[in-house]
């Protein structure tokens, strides 16, 4: 754990460093694009103020001043599958983001979905020395927290306080300089597969450029796709990338739960390519152009021209109608739905007072989903788009973005995490097991 513990320290400290300069770099490492944006901050000072166990979602002091993203190359199931071809497309994003901003940047922070996320609600008590909460007590909680087994080749990507309580008064999002007795703490915490880390960050050096953070993609789109008050009152965000989906729940505008499904839109293109015995590309542009899932009487007549370039000219001159897409089309986004529902059954998801689904992500621009969602999902479902950040070029506003968005409001306001305060290194323990949705119910 020391070891997990010092390495995201040395990421914070490189974060700070890169805010004093004013420059840094956002890296969206997904199956299907690679974005990155350059941020530009207006001044190092005004940040420590804001900076806080609170929300991020407050617009920040920076401007987006690069921007660039490249077809995916050597990434599945948001995990690098082929080293070379992810560094190829990495630097082929930060060198077009590069040369729109006029500016070299070292430093990125960046986010990937996959690696098998775990969630696990901890807690912890400790007895006040002063009557004031100071820092060091924020520590002596955090490391009284149980911390759980959780096994080999895991890595805890996040965890943070989401709530306190002093003496008996619950909810609080900071009791630093509060008085009382005794201060509890619940801590979530996110363990993802270490080797997809290790990957990550071994393809990012290669690149060239230092690491001053990382997230989990479920997470920064929930920050930037859910709107305050939903972060406050409960909400799933479901962002569905191109080789996997990831779910995040948040509450008292912090993430209390996320997960991951292995599927994606690349499956819902995959499955129209042998469907329709097209080439990949063919098959995306039908699913981007003419794509549902909701058919009506008129899609039995709209005939969809599939082209193409065997030579075969009756092969390539084939049409098929659009509701033979929608029905191969269909199933999988269904498929996808279901696997998600069964993950927001297992979070515990019921127990919160509010119920908002909101879908994201570049496979939520599917015609037709919001009205099938819900009834999958059977919840109140929106489609969500990202905030709008300055300086955000017009083509990165759909909800393909939303994780981009959400990495530069982490960047700029990232939330008190278990490092970022010092707890003796002794204080590691490892005994009980706490599954989150257990804690839903008793906490909230």
Same mark, same amino acid.
């Given at each position: 754990m020391t070891d997990i513990y010092s390495q995201q320290r040395a990421m914070r400290s490189m974060r700070e460093a890169a805010m004093q300069r004013g420059v840094i770099a956002i890296l969206d490492i997904g199956s299907s694009k690679i974005a990155c944006l350059i941020l530009r901050f207006d001044g190092p000072d005004q940040f420590r103020e804001s900076d806080g166990v609170g929300s991020l979602a407050g617009q920040s002091a920076f401007r987006i001043i690069g921007?660039?993203?490249?077809?995916?190359?050597?990434?599945?199931?948001?995990?690098?599958?082929?080293?070379?071809?992810?560094?190829?497309?990495?630097?082929?994003?930060?060198?077009?983001?590069?040369?729109?901003?006029?500016?070299?940047?070292? /430093?990125?922070?960046?986010?990937?979905s996959g690696a098998n996320p775990r969630s696990y609600g901890l807690d912890g008590v400790v007895e006040l020395n002063d009557s004031a909460v100071t820092e060091d007590d924020v520590a002596r909680v955090l490391a009284a927290c149980d911390m759980p087994d959780i096994g080999d080749g895991r890595e805890v990507l996040h965890a943070q306080p989401v709530n306190f309580a002093l003496d008996h008064r619950s909810g609080l999002s900071d009791p630093r300089g509060q008085i009382g007795n005794r201060l509890a703490v619940d801590? /979530?915490?996110?363990?993802?597969?270490s080797a997809v880390i290790q990957n990550l960050l071994y393809c990012i050096k290669r690149c060239d450029l230092e690491l001053a953070g990382l997230a989990s993609s479920a997470y920064v789109s929930g920050i930037s796709a859910l709107v305050e008050d939903e972060q406050e009152l409960g909400a799933a965000c479901i962002d569905l990338g191109g080789g996997s989906t990831g779910l995040s729940i948040f509450m008292k505008k912090h993430m209390i739960y996320s997960d991951s499904v292995r599927l994606g839109g690349d499956h819902v293109t995959s499955d129209i390519s042998k469907g329709l015995q097209v080439p990949l590309s063919t098959a995306e542009r039908i699913k981007t152009f003419y794509g549902g899932v909701v058919a009506t009487g008129m899609d039995d007549r709209e005939m969809i021209e599939i082209g193409g370039d065997t030579g075969d000219w009756e092969h390539d001159r084939r049409t098929v109608s659009r509701a033979e897409l929608i029905g191969i089309m269909r199933p999988r986004v269904e498929e996808i739905l279901e696997e998600v529902r069964a993950c927001l059954d297992a979070s515990g998801f019921e127990h919160l007072r509010s119920q908002q689904i909101v879908l994201t992500g570049g496979g939520s621009q599917i015609p037709g989903l919001d009205g099938l969602a819900p009834k999958?999902?059977?919840?109140?479902?929106?489609?969500?788009?990202?905030?709008?950040?300055?300086?955000?070029?017009?083509?990165?506003?759909?909800?393909? =973005?939303?994780?981009?968005?959400?990495?530069?409001?982490?960047?700029? /306001?990232?939330?008190?995490?278990?490092?970022? =305060?010092?707890?003796?290194?002794?204080?590691?323990?490892?005994?009980?097991?706490?599954?989150?949705?257990?804690? =839903?119910?008793?906490?909230?």
């Open positions: 921007a660039a993203t490249t077809r995916s190359r050597g990434v599945r199931f948001g995990e690098i599958d082929a080293m070379q071809e992810t560094e190829r497309a990495i630097r082929t994003a930060i060198q077009a983001a590069q040369k729109m901003a006029n500016i070299r940047v070292d /430093h990125v922070i960046a986010c990937f801590m /979530h915490v996110l363990t993802v597969d999958i999902l059977g919840q109140q479902v929106r489609i969500g788009r990202p905030l709008r950040v300055q300086g955000l070029p017009q083509a990165a506003t759909g909800a393909g =973005f939303a994780s981009s968005v959400g990495l530069c409001l982490f960047a700029a /306001h990232p939330q008190d995490e278990w490092w970022d =305060f010092d707890i003796p290194a002794e204080s590691y323990p490892a005994r009980s097991l706490r599954r989150a949705f257990r804690w =839903f119910k008793d906490n909230w």
